[in-house]
């Protein structure tokens, strides 16, 4: 089987009512939904927002259900100047931005004074993210924003709780990472798939420019489906 989150209802409801439903669990608290789509027997599941919540359920997904690959859909904030809204960034790649300290000379990424908690990019096995690249031709994104067509690009991502809405933090994270995306799950789910040796692919609709909270709540829900098509395109392409 395959895992799929996603951090909000709206993130996963697409894929929950179009599946054909064949059983659902409760455990830790979480609706586990399974079932098949387009001939692929999956699990999806709500895990909630924050790295926290995205990595218990990750691990509740490996350990619980056996699955062979995870998938996080949803959305995130630009840091890549040529994001624009509606675009998709498939990641398998990510950093988390608020692991680090702070001293007198301000904070720094990692733990460079403990040896093996340096700053570190974590990288999942990228089959499933290889696999959405060959799609990416089949694979369909509405506009977003009218007149301005989506795109399907590769990145890395910048984890952290914390809802980036303001241009300045926006700007020192994508100097302290020189990740494409920030958002507040992902490195925790790439944590998770890279313990359990299987593939993960994070699929990050852009919502907004994480200068603010305007564009993420007037196209979140609109720019959350064009990752459900691209996870869709990964199933296809599965069988």
């Known amino acids: 089987m395959i895992g799929i989150l996603g951090a909000l209802d709206e993130e996963i409801a697409l894929i929950k009512n179009s599946m054909d439903p064949i059983k659902t669990h409760e455990f830790l608290g979480r609706q586990f939904y399974q079932g098949c789509w387009h001939g692929q027997e999956m699990v999806v599941v709500k895990s909630g927002i924050g790295k926290v919540r995205a990595a218990m359920t990750a691990t509740a997904l490996v350990s619980h259900f056996g699955i062979r690959g995870l998938l996080f859909t ?34 720094r990424l990692g733990l460079d004074f403990l040896p093996g908690e ?15 690249w060959q799609q990416r ?7 977003v924003r009218p007149g301005i067509p989506p795109q399907l690009h590769r990145g890395q991502v910048a984890t952290g709780d914390l809802f980036i809405a303001a241009a300045a933090k926006r700007q020192e994270i994508r100097a302290l990472t020189q990740a ?3 958002e507040m799950e992902g490195a925790a789910v790439l944590r998770v798939a890279v313990a359990a040796q299987i593939p993960c692919l994070l699929v990050r609709s852009i919502s907004d420019s994480g200068d603010s909270t305007a564009d993420f709540l007037t196209f979140f829900a609109k720019a959350a489906q064009n990752a459900v098509a691209v996870v869709e395109g990964v199933l296809q392409s599965l069988g």
């Open 118 to 132: 340096e700053a570190q990019v974590i990288q999942a096995e990228p089959t499933l993210l290889d696999l959405a």
């Open 74 to 107: 949803g959305v995130g904030a630009a840091l890549h100047d040529q994001f624009q809204v509606g675009d998709v960034v498939l990641i398998h790649a990510g950093i988390e931005h608020d692991f680090g300290m702070v001293d007198e000379q301000g904070f």
């Open 180 to 182: 494409d995306v920030v």
């Open 137 to 143: 031709s089949q694979i369909s994104l509405q506009p």
